[in-house]
């Protein structure tokens, strides 16, 4: 039983993230490129929807590796380089499979003088 609801043996369920994130009951400008939502948010419905390695028991035991290993892979990039998109304006579409990906995502990056 999921939320009230017999599911079938053998049937794979699935959270759609990218649909989670883009509910107008969470965020209000849900569709707007705005990073800082996750600052002046409502903390406790984010975290509500926002569940990047799953929840629970069965919740992935590699997070914290891979939270360190974002941490210091993306600190090294905006360190080392500007990057732009090559396309300003550009229409994003978003293909929702086991992780949402962009279809694609043109940029330039130029190595920074340090």
């Not at 759609?16 to 800082?36: G, H, K, N, S, W």
């Not at 919740?59 to 941490?71: K, W």
């Amino acid at each position: 039983m999921i939320a009230g609801r017999f599911v079938t043996e053998g049937v794979t369920v699935s959270v759609p993230t990218y649909t989670l994130l883009r509910d107008v009951e969470i965020f209000e400008d849900a569709e707007t490129y705005r990073p800082q939502r996750w600052i002046d948010g409502d903390k406790n419905k984010m975290l509500k929807v926002h569940l990047p390695f799953s929840t629970g028991p069965r919740a992935c035991i590699g997070r914290n590796i891979a939270y360190f290993e974002q941490l210091m892979l993306i600190s090294t990039l905006v360190r080392n380089f500007d990057f732009e998109l090559a396309s300003p304006g550009q229409e994003f579409r978003t293909l929702e499979r086991f992780n949402s990906n962009p279809d694609e995502l043109f940029f330039r990056c130029r190595l920074r003088d340090l």
